[in-house]
Every structure is written in C-alpha cells, then in structure tokens.
C-alpha cells in the first residue's frame, strides 16, 4: 500500500512562490507516474502536472493553465515529489493533490481521476 503525504501549501500574495512536497511510502517509488492535481471550490479537478521517469529519461506533463509558472519534480532518492509554483495568481487557489500510479506506462497529457494513490491535499491560497 501506497501512503502520500502533501506538505508546504499556506498562504500567499499574488506573484509569491511556493513549493509543495508529496513524500510516498511504500513500494517502489522510482516507478510510479506522479501528478499534482488542484480543484477549487465549485470546480471539478483537474491535473496540473506529472511526472514519468522512465529509468532514463524524465517526461513531465504541464497544463497550460500554470505552465511556464509551476514545475513539477521528483526525488527517487527521497521518495518526493515536488510542485514548485512561481507567480502564483488569485485563480491557483485550491487544495492540492499528490496522486501516484503504477499502471501507467506513457505520460502524453494529463493523468486520469482515476489513479490508484492519493494524498490528503495541502491547501494553497493565493491573496490579491
């Protein structure tokens, strides 16, 4: 069984910066597709970002909503995945998911509702 824990959402200006950090437990870690999924109030949720590291190459997926601003990450080391979010608007708040498959053999877009793990969520506002 897969545990994730999210940790490092708060509060922020617009414009401000935050890293989120999804530590797992349990398995093999290297070999886990990774995302970052988001949904704020009244909406649905959605991925953001995820991450394939194929044992030789990294794939990362970015929605275009938060690309060129958020990165995702991982550390096979350190069982961590992370979400480094730059020039955060009022429009990024929401709780924020650390979600982690194994079936998954191929990153071409953004991962599925349907993943096999999930974390808690960290919450992350963004003022104006």
């Known amino acids: 069984q897969v545990q994730l824990v999210e940790s490092g959402g708060g509060l922020v200006q617009a414009g401000g910066s935050l890293r989120l950090s999804c530590a797992a437990s349990?398995?093999?870690?290297?070999?886990?597709?990774m995302g970052w999924f988001r949904q704020a109030p009244g909406k649905e949720r959605e991925c953001v970002a995820a991450?394939?590291?194929?044992?030789?190459?990294?794939?990362?997926y970015a929605a275009d909503s938060v690309k060129g601003r958020f990165t995702i990450s991982r550390d096979n080391a350190k069982n961590t995945v992370y979400l480094q979010m730059n020039s955060l608007k009022p429009e990024d708040t929401a709780v924020y998911y650390c979600?982690?498959?194994?079936?998954?053999?191929?990153?071409?877009?953004?991962?599925?509702?349907?993943?096999?793990?999930w974390g808690k969520g960290t919450l992350v506002t963004v003022s104006s």
């Open positions: 979600a982690a498959d194994t079936r998954i053999d191929h990153l071409g877009g953004p991962l599925r509702g349907d993943m096999q793990y």
């Open positions: 349990g398995g093999t870690f290297s070999t886990y597709v």
């Open positions: 991450i394939r590291w194929s044992g030789s190459y990294t794939y990362t």
